[in-house]
């Protein structure tokens, strides 16, 4: 029921994350006010690596190899107290994720992909107390950089495929990038990983025919399509 619910959320555009549960556990005086010493460390480390087996089968094959490894990070991520970011994920990976650190009491989740509706998203995470700014705001985080993939597109137009097909084709994976946001007849904006800001400004020169020049841009300049709203009118029998 979770998974369906966060599924639901990631298909409506809704910014979320996860919270560490509020409950008594046996470690629990050891969260938030202090750092656990370094054998507590290691018993809670063993059982969160216990837990988080147990908490994957019912995860669909597909996605289970991924969610394992992002279980591993989360772990990490609580264990060293600093905040860890995964590669870009699809929503069916973030929902199952997200799902699965539901009951996690050491660590949070943000997914951010650069803007609130975005499909493709990397999750930040972190223990709480590392993480009030990134939930207050997650695009402090500066996980994700936005790129301007801009060329004359007016006789050999370009779509998703092609975009994506071009920034793959310079050499990086598909986790590097994330949604793409095509712009029509003058190219396209690029959520992709900070680290790969230079390779793609120098490396991502044509797409199909047609010469493309690359640049980097803020966020707050990325031109989104507003969410479509379908309305309903039904008649109920009294």
Known sequence: AMASFLRSCCHMGTQWYVRPAQV??????????????????????????????ANIQWVSNE???????????????????????????????????????????????VPWGGYAQAERCRLLLGREEMMEGVVADPSQSNAVTALEVKGNFMFDPAKH??????????????????????????????????????????SLTQVRTVPVQVRSIPLDQLKVKAPRVEEVNSVEAS
């Open 161 to 202: 495929p092609d975009f994506l097909g071009a920034l793959l084709g310079t050499g990086v994976v598909r986790g590097k990038v994330g949604d793409i946001l095509v712009q029509g007849e003058q190219g396209a904006q690029v959520l992709v990983d900070p680290e790969l800001r230079e390779h793609f400004e120098m």
């Open 24 to 53: 008594c556990t046996s470690t629990s005086h050891l969260w938030p006010s202090t750092r656990p010493t370094t054998r507590n460390r290691s018993k809670v480390t063993t059982a969160a690596k216990g837990s988080a087996e």
């Open 63 to 109: 996605n289970r190899e991924e969610v394992a490894r992002i279980l591993e990070i989360a772990a990490r991520a609580a264990d060293r107290w600093d905040i860890t970011t995964t590669d870009f994920l699809s929503p069916a990976v973030v929902a199952d994720a997200m799902a699965c650190l539901q009951g996690r009491s050491d660590v949070i989740a």
